[in-house]
């Protein structure tokens, strides 16, 4: 088996405009079933994060910092969304598994080092073929 990439595809993006976690979310889409308004939303909190923990080394910290009021009315402004809208939202995004009680999933957040910035984020995808044929098998 193999892990050598037979297929490249680059996406422009930067983590400091959040265009990054802009692709990055609809990337996951198959994991969320968010609407594009919530994806904006989860973007838009995983590019604030990123922001924070360029100051932030304690992840608790960070993860608190991240859904505070401070950060909902930053968000607010940039979506320009009412804060009734953005707490309905972030109700979906608890419900989708994205937020955690209090915290954003991390298993939806990027491993990207604020001193990572201007370099490349690379994701292997691993389709494994005979695994799908026998899960086939088992259902028939």
Known sequence: MSLKPSCL?????????????H?????????????????????????RRFELSKTVADPVLLDKLVL??????????????????MNTILTRLRRSGVVLEDRLNPKFIPDIKPDESGKAFSVLLFFDFSHAKRNKEKIQ
């Open 68 to 85: 505070n009021a401070d950060s909902r009315s930053v968000i607010e402004k940039r979506l320009n969304l009412k804060h009734g809208y």
């Open 9 to 21: 595809i680059k996406v422009p993006s930067s983590v400091d405009d959040g265009t990054f976690f």
């Open 23 to 47: 692709w990055w979310i609809r990337f996951l889409t198959p994991f969320h079933a968010l609407t594009d308004r919530e994806m904006d939303v989860a973007a838009a909190l995983f590019h």
